[in-house]
């Protein structure tokens, strides 16, 4: 059976698994019997990816099937520092998986969102798990804390994903909820209000903040950057998801 190598951002792990993305997103996220654990969002590694900060030839030695022939679920090679560790070009899809165990994989885009006017809130997945709202854009916001950080605050790497504010970008004193699922309404429009693109250019929301978020509301998708490269995994439009991913995105609404 083939061996993959699996990047997990909840937690932040480097994993081998006999197991396909597909059937790893399920395990991952529901455990065995299908007992709810939650979202899971990983990445898929080059098999020949290696580094001396990693026991992978051991890690795959030791993913080898059961005797009943059933394939090994997962093989933890690493559960710190991780992300710091494994270059951009390693990386291959991304995928995410519902808290029920679908699972939808993602490629690498050579394009950027353009940028719009407005606020952003982003939620850092690895290796931190902070939600802030910013004036920045993705990129700006991504150097500011990495390459070229404005503050004491510095991180190697970090992988993050933007969040729709709906009428609150531009207006977040008196912009419209709509649909916004956030329960944290009042805290985040006074966070917004402090962001000024002309002097705070960013604030906190929530220093820890639970990995777990609305997959609908990810606004264009997902950022993975290490050093000084960053590398953007679009999202389809809900029109393309409800279209061709039905299930996958019929079981991220249930949650």
Known sequence: MTVHLYFSLI???LIASM???EQFGQYYS???KYKSKGQA???EIDP???HEFFNIDEGLKRCVAHPDGTPKNSVYIAVYRVLEHIPISALQKLYLSTAYGQTLGLSRSDAFPPKEKGLHMYQDLAPVNSLVVSAQDARSYYEGVTSQPAKFIRFPGLCFVELGLGALATDPANGAVGDLPYSFMHHLREALLEVDPTGKQSKLVHRVHSLEFPYRMIKSGVYMGNGPE???YPIPTHDVLRREHNNWWRSANLT
């Open 11 to 13: 937690p932040e792990a």
């Open 30 to 32: 529901t455990g065995h």
């Open 19 to 21: 197991l396909s993305p």
């Open 41 to 43: 969002i990983f990445f």
């Open 230 to 232: 960053l590398a953007f």
């Open 48 to 50: 020949n990816f290696r």
